[in-house]
């Protein structure tokens, strides 16, 4: 994975979201975050099944403010 550093400024955005991104996926399982080695994704011999904690509609932590307001849109 790249570096945080180099991610957000490609993407344009700031360091602290794309580490946050990083975090909320290491909390997930999808990626090893290993300090001074960097960030690999993870080695998933066989997918959870749905019913093993994680959410089945998406989450909203680091989604814009506006995506978690009342007004969503009528396909929600």
């Given at each position: 994975m790249?570096?945080?550093?180099g991610l957000s400024r490609q993407l344009g955005l700031a360091?602290?979201?794309v580490t946050a991104a990083y975090d909320q996926l290491a909390e997930e399982?999808?990626?090893t975050i290993?300090?001074?080695?960097?960030?690999t994704?993870?080695?998933i011999?066989?997918?959870a099944p749905a019913s093993a904690g994680r959410p089945t509609t998406p989450?909203?932590?680091?989604?814009?403010?506006?995506?978690?307001?009342?007004?969503?849109?009528a396909a929600w």
């Open positions: 790249p570096s945080t550093r360091r602290g979201t399982g999808y990626l290993r300090p001074g080695s960097g960030t994704v993870a080695h011999s066989k997918p989450t909203t932590t680091c989604a814009p403010r506006s995506w978690t307001t009342s007004a969503a849109p």
